[in-house]
């Protein structure tokens, strides 16, 4: 019988050496990812004027690149699943490329959809899981560190985007730009290229063996094996099963709505999602109303921008210490909740000083949820389940993310006033923040029952086994377990 | 005699025309200007009997008219809107204390009673001579002799504007110790984009100009294009199956079809009003698709090089490790506890990679 690893991984990850390049590729693939759509609006208004369309039609464009970016997460999954990292990741960066320069010499707006909004989008969601998932088989030990570090790669891009973007359209027009910028964003196969498979050794414990295949340089895909809930791997269970479920499973994991951590991640995220990016997009309009002119309003953001910058790899690190790792998931959820309190004091604000000061501290929440992101994710479903989660939850969080900046903005319509949109920001973040907090804590205690009760049956077992030697499992608060419920 | 003090009802009031999902724009104050015809005929009867008699055309009674005067946020400038122009209306401005000038924007041609008043210097004489100069030269028969009262020296004087030539800066000057100015004009533009506008050979280009939306409405715009010191007016007459002109109040587009590089250059925009058409301009530049496509190409060999060197470097690594592996025992296996520290690291059994 197996022993219940935490991982499962079937191997000890390196927590370093090579890692580390790897961390700066998913950097550079998770920046992209997220910076480009943002980026992309200063081209907006002259794109309005050439193809003489409104301005909520050209905000499309952006739209449709966000909603393929998340929409593709599950095909993404599937594929990093069969094919490893690397391949898709430089997939990506291709597609992200031709949609730029198709784009290029586009003749209608619907064009600009298809190649930018579509494929540019789907390019996109072909970095970000890859980047993502690859961390995980990296880094075990130092993997919040790892993960504060790539998501570092959002703000640090984006600021210098925006500024080569300027540029670009002062020295190019739109058209130029974006074919430059096709050829910046093929950079990301350059990341793709860093992402090496990690290197397994093939197990000398017969029952520790995974069927995965043992490649020096391949990796095949780990969450066919482990969907099944005991810890026994074995891919004739999946043959056996009905021919269409087991080629679903084989390619993602759907088991995974029946694991208890994943769904109060995915409900109390869904929610979060409504309130995530509104303050951030309304943060300048709301300084300009306030009386402040346009460069202090853009300053504002700078701000923002900047703190966010530094607290993520804090985050990270604070994250790996030994106190915050094994309850990692209330640090978690204080960073949501952190959230909505910042955006229901933020109408207390009064004068450009108080948005300065609340620009500040909604930076460091921001920075600090979005660090704890996706390994709160890892921590729950184990990193060789990490890819098939990471896709669904993006695909199901493609409607709040698409509906919260136009929800926001009808609410600012209507009352006229930004702090009801506040008000409303900060209680869909706050909510899912004590949510995840109760939740977690009857997690965790539900963890640790099953955990002993494993231990007990284990130590029954391990009397079985002569051929290897078993360390007793620790106990283990830090890792969910993979096949739990 | 007293300069009467004129009293302006400042009432706010704008009608929103704008409604955007992510700007609420607070209440600009704009003034609404009534004056009451008791006002008005003051400057028929304000004759100071030091000054000399200036008024020759507001003798007639003039019937109360509503006035509109916008004034913009640093108060430098003020627009003047007459519903109901008439060349024989008289309209005042005053400049006094801080400001030293002040841009006055007309929309028609008017009569403008243009004053300056200044507390004069430390020594303060009692009369002093003033005169007006336009666009520095001296306005003949108007030096007068001012008398210093209740602490100020006032400079009046009736200017008739009756076309473009009458616009300009006008500067009342006391003695050889202090001027201001009024700049009479046409409503003029802002947010002149400093940076051209690029297009490519062969494609479309839309260019803009707009005027500030709380200014008057020009009633119409025309579009220059210079060649040398000759202006060319562009209009769709002169060129349809090239240029097309758009005008929507207070924006106007020009858009260029199948531009080449002769196209490139200054193109000048003017909102033409009664008084006068006042003018910006617009840069464009042309180019063909070889600007763009050196840097696209040198980024793409970049990347091609990056992308190889890391791929090689790493076939080179494993075949090295290949070829150790091969030599010395494969695998051997080490049985150690797995302990660390930070996180309680749990891991059940023992793993060795090859390092």
């Not at chain 1, 909740?337 to 300065?356: D, E, R, T």
């Not at chain 2, 002169?238 to 240029?243: E, I, L, S």
């Not at chain 2, 109040?249 to 058409?277: F, P, Q």
Request: net charge neutral; hydrophobic share 40%; charged share 20%.
């Amino acid at each position: 019988m197996p022993p219940a690893a935490a991982t499962n991984l079937g191997y000890k990850p390196p927590d370093g050496g090579w890692g580390w390049a790897v961390v700066f590729a998913a950097f550079i693939s998770i920046g992209f990812s997220y910076a480009f759509p943002k980026s992309l609006t200063i081209y907006f208004k002259e794109i309005q004027e050439y193809f003489s369309v409104s301005y909520s039609e050209i905000a499309w464009v952006s739209s449709v690149m966000l909603a393929s970016m998340y929409a593709g997460g599950p095909v993404s999954s599937m594929l990093v699943n069969r094919y490893g990292s690397r391949p898709v990741v430089m997939v990506g960066g291709l597609m992200v490329c031709t949609g730029m320069v198709l784009a290029s010499f586009g003749t209608t707006i619907i064009h600009l959809y298809l190649c930018v909004g579509v494929i540019g989008g789907f390019g996109l969601a072909f970095n970000l899981q890859p980047a993502l998932t690859i961390i995980g088989t990296y880094f075990q030990v130092k993997r919040p560190l790892a993960n504060g570090l790539a998501m570092t790669g959002s703000p640090v891009v984006l600021s210098t985007l925006a500024p080569l973007n300027q540029f670009l359209f002062d020295s190019f027009g739109w058209r130029g730009s974006f074919l430059v910028l096709g050829s910046i964003v093929l950079n990301c196969c350059v990341a793709g290229a860093l992402m090496r498979p990690v290197n397994k050794k093939a197990q000398s414990q017969p029952d520790n063996e995974s069927p995965m295949s043992r490649g020096k340089a391949s990796v095949e895909a780990a969450s066919e094996d482990f969907s099944s809930p005991s810890a026994n791997p074995l891919a004739e269970d999946i043959k056996n099963k009905s021919k269409c479920q087991s080629f679903v499973s084989r390619y993602i994991d759907l088991s995974l709505f029946t694991h208890r951590g994943f769904l109060i991640y995915l409900v109390g995220n869904v929610v979060m999602f409504f309130g995530f990016f509104a303050p951030i997009v309304f943060l300048a309009p709301y300084a300009k109303h306030q009386g402040t002119d346009e460069y202090s309003a853009a300053l504002l953001l700078s701000i923002f921008a900047l703190v966010d910058m530094f607290i993520r790899p804090v985050t990270g690190f604070i994250g790996n210490s030994k106190w915050i790792r094994p309850r990692i998931q209330y640090f978690f959820s204080f960073a949501v909740s952190y959230n909505g309190v910042c955006h229901l004091l933020c109408p207390l604000a009064s004068g450009y000083g108080g948005l300065v000061v609340y620009a500040v501290f909604f930076g460091l929440a921001f920075g600090m949820l979005c660090a704890l992101l996706f390994e709160v994710l890892m921590d729950l479903v184990g990193a060789h389940r990490f890819s098939s989660a990471v896709g669904l939850v993006t695909i199901i969080e493609c409607g709040p993310v698409l509906l919260g900046p136009p929800i926001s903005g009808a609410l600012v319509d209507t009352f006229g006033d930004y702090k009801y949109m506040y008000y409303a920001c900060g209680v869909f973040m706050l909510g899912p923040g004590i949510f995840l907090f109760i939740m977690h804590y009857y997690n965790y205690k539900k963890l640790d029952e099953e955990h002993r009760q494993r231990v007990t049956v284990e130590m029954r077992t391990s009397e079985e086994a002569v051929e290897f030697k078993m360390n007793p499992n620790e106990k283990t608060d830090n890792e969910t377990q993979g096949e739990t419920f | 005699m007293q300069q009467p003090h004129r009293r302006r009802d400042r009432l706010t009031q704008r009608t929103e025309e704008r409604t955007t999902m992510t700007a609420a724009w607070r209440q600009l104050p704009v003034l609404i200007l009534l004056i009451l015809a008791p006002c008005r005929t003051v400057s028929s009867k304000s004759v100071d009997p030091t000054t000399q008699p200036l008024v020759s055309i507001a003798s007639q009674p003039t019937d109360t008219r509503s006035v509109v005067l916008q004034e913009s946020v640093d108060q430098t400038t003020q627009t003047l809107v007459s519903i109901a122009p008439q060349p024989t209306d008289t309209r005042s401005f005053v400049l006094k204390g801080d400001t030293t000038f002040k841009n006055v924007e007309l929309l028609n041609p008017v009569n403008l009673s243009l004053e300056c008043v200044w507390t004069g210097s430390q020594n303060k004489q009692p009369s002093i001579t003033g005169y007006w100069r336009k666009d520095g030269a001296e306005v003949q028969d108007s030096r007068v002799t001012v008398n210093l009262k209740e602490q100020q020296y006032n400079l009046t004087k009736v200017f008739s504007i009756a076309s473009e030539e009458n616009l300009g800066n006008y500067t009342c000057v006391f003695g050889n110790e202090f001027e201001m100015y009024f700049i009479l004009g046409a409503p003029q533009m802002g947010e002149i984009r400093d940076k051209p506008i690029v297009s490519y050979v062969g494609d479309i280009v839309v260019l803009i100009c707009k005027m500030d939306e709380k200014k008057p409405k020009p009633n119409t715009w025309t579009w220059y294009k210079f060649n040398g010191t000759d202006r060319e007016e562009i209009s769709a007459a002169t060129d349809p199956h090239r240029y097309l002109t758009i005008n929507d109040g207070w924006k106007t587009k020009l858009k260029v079809k199948n531009v080449s590089e002769a196209d490139s250059g200054l193109y000048h925009c003017g909102a033409v009003y009664n008084i006068s058409t006042s003018m910006t301009h617009v840069e464009l530049k042309v180019i063909t698709i070889m600007e763009p496509l050196k840097p696209f190409i040198s980024i793409l060999i970049e990347v091609i090089i990056l992308v190889a060197a890391i791929l090689i470097y790493e076939r080179s690594r494993s075949k090295k490790k290949e070829a150790e592996a091969n030599g010395p025992n494969a695998e051997p296996k080490n049985a150690q506890p797995q302990t660390e520290d930070n996180g309680g690291e749990k891991s059940s059994s023992v793993r060795q990679r090859k390092a």
